[in-house]
């Protein structure tokens, strides 16, 4: 007995951890710094860290009344209605439930390439057809509604990704490009606006195009995607959400897994969603350190308003394994579809500095 044929499925490529790294290269756990993951360097909220001692007492409960709580709060801070968040285990899973509601076998999802990995590794999950827009590097992966409509086939593409700020390369989409596309595609076709990275953004969400402010129409063919993850530091406890048109209001409880979002998860959302300050820091460290990094790696720095930076190096395994080899644990970009570059998480300031150092070294040395 064998499960289905995934043969055409990609693996998820998580990066390795410093621990891994370290076991393999026998080494010892405190050389390293680990700047590929797009985590946040100074960890989660300690309010968060608190909430998640806290709830150990209580994890014998389901997880109702906190998700009850966290979704109502994340609804306050968006101005939309509770049935409009669909929290979920992490953004990836968020990214489920879209392709559970939207997919029937034999439908399309229009993705960025290169882009993330997960929106077609979900499709395909969910019997979906994955179909590539292409943003060109030459062209600085430049995202506006002609790019994505050159490659758009109809009705047929029920979903179409937009990842804003872009990874890996930070570029970004302006909301009327955003609008412009929603308007020149199918009422059939959602728009996924993914901003995983949108705290670290100088922009707007596209939940205004949703609830029809700053001057746009509202409309029901666009949904949003966040985390908390990444400006909030709590890649580990997996929490993130879609926010939805109102329209949709009853699918939610259609598609999600059963208490979607652990207890832990959720008191941990609750307590970062609250403290902004740790969040400012954050997006403050990440704008210093890409400044920092474009302004003095040797090499093609892309712009970014993401919390990492794309780098042109060549030989993007060489240069990585060589980072590594000095302690520096950065992403080789061949997964993203993108050979020849490297990303780079901004770190704190003594981090960025010594991944800036030890490139250059690296650079020079394979040149
Ligand atoms: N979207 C993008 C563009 C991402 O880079 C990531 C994480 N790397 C996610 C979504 C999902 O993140 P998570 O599942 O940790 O919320």
């Not at 609804?75 to 968040?85: G, K, N, P």
């Not at 943003?135 to 990842?163: M, N, W």
């Amino acid at each position: 007995m064998q499960p289905r044929d995934l043969s055409d499925h990609i693996a998820y490529e998580a990066g390795r951890g410093i621990e891994e790294v370290a076991r393999e290269l026998g080494r010892d756990p405190s050389e390293f710094v680990k700047l590929a993951s797009n985590e946040n360097p100074h960890g989660p909220s300690p309010a968060a860290a608190v909430a998640i001692r806290e709830t150990a007492s209580s994890v014998s409960s389901y997880p109702k009344a906190a998700h009850a709580d966290l979704t109502a709060a994340i609804a306050d801070r968006w101005d939309v209605t509770d049935e409009q968040v669909w929290l979920a285990n992490g953004g990836d899973g968020a990214l489920d439930y879209l392709h559970r509601a939207m997919i029937e076998p034999g439908d399309a999802v229009l993705v960025p390439d290169p882009g993330f990995a997960y929106y077609g590794m979900s499709s395909r999950y969910h019997h979906g057809d994955v179909r590539e827009y292409e943003l060109s590097k030459a062209d600085d992966f430049a995202q506006d509604a002609d790019t994505v409509l050159e490659y758009y086939d109809g009705d047929r593409d029920r979903i179409v990704f937009l990842t804003s700020p872009h990874n890996p390369s930070g570029s970004t989409i302006p909301l009327g490009e955003v609008e412009r596309l929603a308007d020149e595609t199918s009422d059939e076709t959602l728009l996924v606006v993914d901003e995983a990275y949108g705290e670290f953004a100088d922009r707007d969400s596209a939940l205004a195009l949703i609830e029809g402010r700053d001057g746009f129409e509202a409309r029901d063919d666009i949904a949003v995607l966040r985390t908390f993850s990444k400006a909030y530091g709590l890649a580990g406890v997996r929490l993130g959400y879609a926010v939805v048109p109102e329209a949709w209001a009853d699918a939610y409880a259609r598609v999600n897994t059963p208490f979607a979002a652990s207890e832990i998860a959720c008191r941990a959302g609750l307590a970062a969603i609250d403290d902004a300050e740790h969040v400012e820091r954050t997006v403050e460290t990440a704008r210093d350190s890409r400044a920092y990094m474009r302004e003095h790696i040797d090499a093609h720095v892309w712009e970014s308003e993401g919390n990492f930076v794309l780098v042109e190096v060549g030989d993007a395994a060489a240069v990585a394994e060589a980072m590594q080899e000095r302690g520096v644990i950065v992403r080789d970009c061949s997964s993203f579809g993108l050979p020849g570059c490297i990303r780079i998480t901004c770190g704190t300031e003594d981090e960025t500095e010594r991944a800036v150092e030890t490139l250059n070294e690296v650079l020079a040395e394979l040149d």
